[in-house]
């Protein structure tokens, strides 16, 4: 799992029928700080994330365990918003 900043959203009217009813979102990986570490990744949204939001992403095989997925083509899964990070 990773830390992640919703930057924005994804439109896409044609897509694989699997995603329909899917909210897509573009997503930027963080670290604790919130620093970039890799921008403009795009990933399934599974709880009602928004753009600003903090969240936690589930990457490879792993993001398809989420709720509604387990046969979709996705990669990158948020699998939660983030209410607050503590680093040391």
Do not use: F, Q, W, Y
């Not at 670290?31 to 921008?39: A, K, M, Q, R, S």
């Not at 509604?68 to 983030?82: E, F, K, Q, R």
């Amino acid at each position: 799992m990773h830390l992640g900043k919703v930057a924005g959203t994804v439109t896409a009217t044609a897509k694989d029928a699997r995603l329909v009813g899917s909210k897509l979102h573009l997503t930027d990986l963080v670290d604790g700080n919130g620093e970039l570490l890799e921008p403009a990744r795009v990933a399934v949204d599974t709880c009602g994330a928004g753009v600003g939001d903090t969240v936690l992403v589930a990457s490879g095989s792993a993001a398809r365990m989420a709720a509604g997925l387990s046969t979709a083509p996705v990669d990158l899964a948020i699998i939660a918003v983030v209410d607050r990070v503590s680093a040391a």
